[in-house]
């Protein structure tokens, strides 16, 4: 009897350091994922942001397509716009997939809509980026140009010194999604940013535009921030 009562709390004790084993474990479970959870965070933000800048860059190119087609004497005034496409003889091409119509960093997936006298901020980050040139917008019609020209024709501020925006102020010049002739478009979203484009981190200063694209702008990329700096 003594015999059977000391198996059962011999066993009652293996079962008891078990438990605290596996408690432990689970602890230690727990910690590292705490401790991996910020990095997966930030690469699911990093991925949706480059997927926002890859389908802004083909709205830009839409847009480049839809310029040219008109000679610039037109602009599109909204998305849909671009995605009916451009009249061909009977028939239509197509110059704007449906996907890139959606902003990925907004539930409603609106992009906003940039005239061309809306264009001046993104002017200036631009050429302060690229080493203080201004690319010029090669491939679009002349009239187009003048029209940057008109716009344009200073890219440092009034006091003469460079603009040095906060990353996180935003630009919100009451943009609207609809029936505005534009020549760019950039997210509704005012979040700061883990990729930075065109040197900037904030979503509502990215302007995907066929404008300063010219020379020069090949020394413009993408830019992605690691959790320990600039990659």
């Given at each position: 009897?003594?015999?059977?009562?000391?198996?059962?709390?011999?066993?009652?004790?293996?079962?008891?350091?078990?438990?605290?084993?596996?408690?432990?474990?689970?602890?230690?479970?727990?910690?590292?994922l705490l401790a991996v959870a910020p990095s997966i965070q930030q690469s699911v933000q990093r991925e949706k942001e480059l997927e926002a800048i890859r389908?802004?860059?083909?709205?830009?190119?839409?847009?480049?397509?839809?310029?040219?087609?008109?000679?610039?004497?037109?602009?599109?005034?909204?998305?849909?716009?671009?995605?009916?496409?451009?009249?061909?003889?009977?028939?239509?091409?197509?110059?704007?997939?449906?996907?890139?119509?959606?902003?990925?960093?907004?539930?409603?997936?609106?992009?906003?809509?940039?005239?061309?006298?809306?264009?001046?901020?993104?002017?200036?980050?631009?050429?302060?980026?690229?080493?203080?040139?201004?690319?010029?917008s090669e491939g679009l019609p002349q009239n187009i140009n003048n029209q940057v020209g008109a716009f344009i024709t200073n890219t440092v501020t009034e006091?003469?010194?460079?603009?040095?925006?906060?990353?996180?102020?935003?630009?919100?010049?009451?943009?609207?999604?609809?029936?505005?002739?534009?020549?760019?478009?950039?997210?509704?979203?005012?979040?700061?940013?883990?990729?930075?484009?065109?040197?900037?981190?904030?979503?509502?200063?990215?302007?995907?535009?066929?404008?300063?694209?010219?020379?020069?702008?090949?020394?413009?990329?993408?830019?992605?921030?690691?959790?320990?700096?600039?990659?």
């Open positions: 009897m003594m015999a059977t009562n000391k198996s059962n709390e011999k066993r009652k004790s293996e079962q008891g350091m078990s438990l605290i084993a596996i408690m432990a474990i689970m602890t230690l479970f727990s910690i590292a389908r802004g860059e083909e709205v830009a190119e839409a847009i480049k397509r839809y310029v040219n087609h008109y000679q610039g004497t037109r602009l599109p005034r909204s998305i849909d716009d671009l995605l009916e496409g451009l009249p061909q003889g009977t028939k239509k091409i197509q110059i704007l997939r449906e996907s890139a119509a959606i902003d990925p960093l907004r539930e409603d997936g609106k992009w906003n809509l940039v005239p061309m006298n809306k264009m001046a901020k993104f002017a200036r980050r631009v050429q302060n980026y690229n080493n203080g040139l201004l690319p010029s006091d003469g010194e460079e603009v040095t925006e906060p990353a996180n102020d935003a630009d919100d010049e009451g943009f609207s999604t609809s029936d505005t002739p534009f020549i760019g478009v950039v997210s509704q979203s005012q979040s700061r940013s883990v990729v930075a484009y065109y040197g900037t981190e904030n979503h509502s200063k990215w302007v995907f535009t066929p404008l300063f694209r010219g020379a020069g702008a090949a020394s413009i990329r993408t830019r992605v921030q690691g959790p320990t700096g600039t990659r």
